[in-house]
């Protein structure tokens, strides 16, 4: 019987240590988990990109325009906002993946995000966040290089990766969201992305006249001897050449404002009969009345190319001569 009891007290005093040690890993587990977010942050200072961010990451102000601090990064939970976005933008996945584990961010964290992975072309922390995030603003821009805003699909567009593009405008983003001069439009028609153009006027049909004279803007700017050579490229694309913009110009009036002969050749190639070269504007002018104009204001003569413009636009009724004495 002795040895029964002796035995029961071994028993009793292993499972009183069994007791308190499961009683002291919890009481440590607690401890860690409660403390989690210093530790964390403790981890990540160590890393350059996380203890800059963490000084002080700046936005700007939607309402004054004012750079502003995004976080109050001196608590951990704001220098752990910041360097999610930082680490994510330099491609860390890992440690953006730990840090959202913490459940520290938000959704406005993820949409920064999300902007600044695309326009920083890191697929895949863009990729992962997509796919973690059921729910994401897709309209959150960031400021690029010459403080042009951006947006994930027009850094997309930029970038010519249709794959992402149209994850994004399944997601619900939108081709026109900004100033058409930096839209996903803009983008791709600068780069002269005609595939991407393709794809974003297909989700935004709507889109397509106004997105004819930005393109041919892009083009003009980049060089102004070529846009008649794409003009293929701009009806494969999906660009309408019968629209009109805001002030109701078509391209015959685009091209009298630039005393551009070639694409004028090149319009009247496509369609020898159309009327829209004697067409008025808004204000009641005909492209034939802009070649005067234009001329006039850069203190040239109508001669050479600018009369041989001149002849291709003035309408039937209008003789050349009498053209002339009005300019």
């Known amino acids: 019987m002795a040895g029964w009891r002796k035995a029961l007290a071994r028993a009793g005093r292993a499972q009183v240590f069994v007791l308190v040690f499961l009683l002291a890993v919890v009481a440590v587990a607690s401890l860690v988990y409660v403390q989690r977010v210093p530790l964390a942050d ?26 502003v601090p995004l976080f109050d990064t001196s608590l951990p939970t704001g220098r752990l906002r910041a360097g999610y976005i930082a680490l994510g933008c330099g491609g860390d996945l890992d440690s953006v993946r730990w840090i959202r584990r913490l459940g520290v961010t938000e959704a406005q964290d993820h949409a920064h995000l999300l902007a600044c992975a695309a326009c920083s072309r890191q ?11 059921p729910e994401i603003d897709l309209r959150l821009r960031v400021v690029g290089e010459g403080r042009v805003p951006r947006t994930a699909l027009s850094c997309t567009a930029r970038d010519n990766d249709l794959a992402l593009a149209r994850k994004l405008l399944e997601r619900g983003a939108q081709p026109r969201q900004m100033h058409p001069r930096y839209s996903a439009i803009a983008a791709a028609a600068d780069g002269q992305r005609w595939d991407m153009l393709r794809l974003l006027l297909e989700k935004d049909p709507a889109a397509a006249p106004s997105a004819t004279f930005v393109t041919l803007d892009m083009l003009y700017a980049q060089n102004p001897d070529y846009p008649e050579q794409l003009l293929p490229k701009l009806v494969e694309a999906g660009l309408p050449l019968d629209a009109r913009d805001e002030a109701g110009h078509n391209l015959f009036h685009w091209a009298a404002l630039r005393l551009d002969l070639r694409l004028t050749q090149a319009l009247l190639a496509r369609s020898p009969q159309s009327e829209a070269r004697w067409q008025a504007d808004s204000e009641g002018l005909r492209p034939w009345q802009l070649v005067l104009r234009g001329a006039r204001l850069r203190g040239q ?18 003789p050349l001569a009498s053209a002339l004495q009005s300019g």
């Open 123 to 133: 697929r895949a922390v863009a990729d992962w966040l997509l796919e973690a995030e």
């Open 301 to 318: 003569a109508v001669q050479g190319e600018r009369l041989d413009l001149l002849r291709l636009l003035l309408p039937p009724d209008v």
């Open 42 to 67: 403790w981890y990540f200072s160590r890393i350059p990109a996380y203890a800059e961010a963490a000084r002080a990451m700046p936005g700007v102000n939607a309402r004054t325009g004012k750079v």
